[in-house]
């Protein structure tokens, strides 16, 4: 079973790894404007978390995610429909 | 005429980074080639490049920025900041400034990568950021948006003579009043499995493995090919006026270019040396200078027994009985080939020769080759004041570019 810290800290990681201040990723932060992710960036998170997860995260989803948190839950829905 | 004025360098290359760094080992004689670090070549037939080991991006981007970007333009943005933290422009004027910078390659690391990506996950495996990363005028449009460059901008591809190509076109922007300053040069980071496999097998690369540093030894009788390298070289180029506004210091005047086509074949060079030999003409000709006042000439030199030699007689096919007179260096003995990087980081070199008054050498000439005849400076540097000094360029698809720089009078 996956949780929702796990999910979050794989995005943590993620965006870590691109090169984002650690402290600015939190369950609020607002992807576009407090973590200044353009659509490439979240297609690239989305492809790296189904990477991570196993999962498939259909394109039109993504249009909705406005925080991390609705990316933690997105990706936790996605889990549970695989599973 | 506009006249067109060198005022900053900007180098990452395997024997240094930055201007001083980069000259103090021409100065030395060191050779930058080694065993590959970036990946296991056990495998392969050549094991040996020159790489710019522990390179930093960090001085001039952000994690965030360096992370979207390939190594070859990672290394353009730091070579154009250095150049311009060396010209003393901490902001170019926006609208007046612009950027001519190629790659002869492109992004080969962030393809190779992807289409693994797309043979072990299929398509949705393949990373939205890969058209960016690849896309060969990624250096010149990532250097505008760094520094705020809103001049002509754009990049040329002519394999190994892509960084001359690429200041000689900017000299022209400068003389025709598109802009006041130009960002020039090229960056290369092509070395990976796929295309160390492909020089290999065009039997380009020199196998000396078991000793990397003599590996490159243009003009020598036991040259086997060139060592791969990869770097950068951005120069700053402005018109005299612009220079002269701000108080700058000036390295060089940029006094000739010249370009031609062998229209011969796609990697020799024609054997007579008839396209190389009509660049330089160009080149002295857009100078108006005679052959007899080439004090230096800074030489394609790729240490490949077609290139050094035909190279040879080219040279005495301009210069005649000058030939002899004038020292012929090749600075590949110690960077390797930077490919697309190559042509600016010479003329960085040939720039230097002027202004700080002396000629590099070339190394691990221990016997030349009967053919090449001319003076290659094997002994080690010269203290010696150079006033004129032609760059040499030729580029797989027999495209060929000259440049001449002179210092005061």
Not at chain 2, 26 to 39: H, K, N, Q, T, W
Not at chain 2, 43 to 66: K, M, Q
Not at chain 2, 164 to 172: D, M, N, R, S, T
Not at chain 2, 354 to 379: F, K, M, Q
């Amino acid at each position: 079973m996956t949780d929702r810290q796990e999910i979050f800290e794989a995005i943590e990681a993620h965006l870590v790894a691109r090169g984002l201040d650690q402290d600015s990723i939190t369950m609020q932060a607002d992807l576009l404007r407090d973590l200044d992710l353009d659509s490439l960036d979240t297609m690239e998170l989305t492809v790296g978390m189904e990477e991570r997860f196993g999962v498939e995260i259909p394109d039109t989803e993504l249009e909705s995610l406005r925080t991390v948190e609705d990316a933690v839950d997105l990706i936790g829905r996605r889990i549970a429909v695989n599973a | 005429m506009t006249k067109v004025v060198v005022t900053g360098l900007g180098v990452v290359t395997p024997i240094g980074v930055g201007a001083d760094a980069f000259w103090a080992g021409l100065m030395e004689g060191r050779s930058g080639a080694g065993e590959i670090a970036s990946f296991d070549a056990s495998a392969y037939p050549v094991r040996i490049a020159a790489e710019v080991r522990d390179f930093d991006a960090s001085s001039h981007l952000t994690g965030r920025e360096a992370a979207r970007m390939d190594r070859f333009c990672q290394m353009g943005v730091v070579a154009a900041g250095l150049a311009l933290d060396d010209a003393g422009l901490s902001s170019p004027d926006p609208e007046r400034t612009g950027v001519v910078v190629g790659t002869g390659i492109g992004g080969l690391a962030t393809i190779e990568e992807q289409h693994t990506a797309l043979v072990e996950r299929g398509p949705r495996g393949v990373s939205p950021f890969m058209v960016p990363r690849l896309m060969p005028n990624g250096g010149a449009a990532a250097i505008s948006m760094r520094f705020g460059l809103h001049g002509p901008n754009h990049s040329i591809a002519t394999a190994c003579a892509t960084g001359a190509h690429a200041v000689g076109e900017a000299a022209l922007a400068i003389r025709y009043g598109r802009a006041d300053t130009m960002l020039a040069g090229g960056s290369e980071a092509a070395l990976t499995p796929l295309s160390l496999a492909a020089f290999a097998r065009m039997g380009a690369l020199s196998r000396r493995n078991d000793d990397p540093g003599r590996a490159s030894r243009p003009f020598d009788a036991q040259r086997d090919g060139f060592v791969f390298g990869e770097g950068a070289g951005i120069l700053v180029l402005e018109s005299e006026e612009s220079a002269r506004r701000r108080g700058a210091r000036v390295l060089a005047e940029v006094a000739g270019y010249g370009a031609s086509a062998d229209a011969f074949h796609v990697t020799q060079p024609d054997p007579r040396g008839a396209g190389a030999a009509r660049a330089m003409r160009a080149a002295l000709d857009d100078a108006r200078i005679d052959p007899s006042d080439v004090e230096h000439i800074n030489a394609h030199g790729t240490s490949t027994p077609f290139n050094d030699r035909i190279e040879t007689i080219a040279i005495k096919e301009v210069f005649g009985n000058e030939a002899k007179r004038i020292p012929v260096v090749s600075t590949k003995s110690q960077t390797g080939h930077l490919l697309g990087a190559a042509g600016a980081v010479e003329a960085a070199a040939s720039i230097l020769a002027i202004h700080r008054g002396a000629i590099p050498s070339t190394i691990n000439l221990d016997n030349p080759d009967p053919e090449c005849d001319l003076d290659y400076v094997p002994e080690g540097p010269r203290e010696e004041s150079v006033r004129i000094a032609l760059s040499n360029s030729f580029g797989f698809g027999g495209q060929n570019a000259c440049l001449v720089f002179s210092g005061s009078p």
